[in-house]
């Protein structure tokens, strides 16, 4: 059994770029959740992919959009980039929409100059 | 909408000695509270849950619906304690977590 993955660990983008990072569920998950940790704070929530479908939104704006694939893997990505959007990005499987048996990455972070 | 306060951004504690990390929220319904807990390098991780009514590692967290908080206690500090802690709520239907902005733990001998 592996763990959630994510990809890139970090990197650095120019402000008005789009950026994609990537994560892994872990094995036999079918639900990932992705959240954004800004310095200093705490993890809030983006999104839910549950199926392959949007399952829940926190605040955030539309340039934030995700996908799912078939093998529950998941992208979030990023358009117009802010320098706000400068963060470590973190995502989280699960079996179920449950937040229950939530599981983290090691999280991405993005710099952006 | 709901919210999470954890006051101290740092709680810096003698080794043995007492511990008790502070988190009040703001939600009108019953919420699930949890604690989270992220040791240095290594991600963000589960440590218990008000529903479960477990100690985990020596931690307890009682939820007092009245006071509206979700504090975490430890009788006696150690060394491996030393992390940041983090208070989340979720509103049981709802597929995400509310965070506090954490509190980081310092165990000293």
């Known amino acids: ?113 | 909408a709901q919210r999470v306060t954890q006051p101290e951004k740092l709680l810096s504690v003698f080794k043995g000695a007492p511990v008790e990390l502070k988190c009040n929220y703001s939600y009108s319904g019953s919420p699930e509270l949890f604690w989270y807990v992220q040791y240095s390098r290594q991600r963000l991780q589960l440590l218990l849950r008000h529903i479960s009514r477990e100690s985990i590692k020596g931690f307890t967290a009682d939820l007092n619906k009245g006071e509206t908080s979700f504090h975490l206690k430890k009788p006696f500090a150690q060394e491996e304690d030393s992390a940041m802690y983090y208070c989340a709520l979720t509103t049981g239907t709802a597929s995400k977590l509310t965070f506090g902005t954490g509190t980081r733990l310092q165990v000293t001998l």
Do not use: M
């Open chain 1, 1 to 113: 059994e592996t763990g959630v993955t994510q990809s890139p660990t970090h990197l650095i983008k120019t402000r008005g770029q789009q950026v994609t990072l990537r994560c892994s569920s872990q094995s036999g998950h079918n639900t990932v959740s992705w959240y954004q940790q800004a310095l200093g704070q705490g993890p809030q929530f983006i999104f839910q992919y549950y199926r392959e479908e949007e399952n829940g939104r926190g605040n955030f704006p539309p340039r934030f959009s995700g996908l799912q694939f078939p093998n529950y893997s998941s992208e979030l990505n990023v358009n117009a980039l802010e320098l706000d959007d400068s963060a470590l990005y973190l995502c989280a499987s699960s079996w179920g929409t449950s937040v229950y048996e939530q599981y983290f990455g090691p999280g991405t972070r993005l710099t952006v100059t």
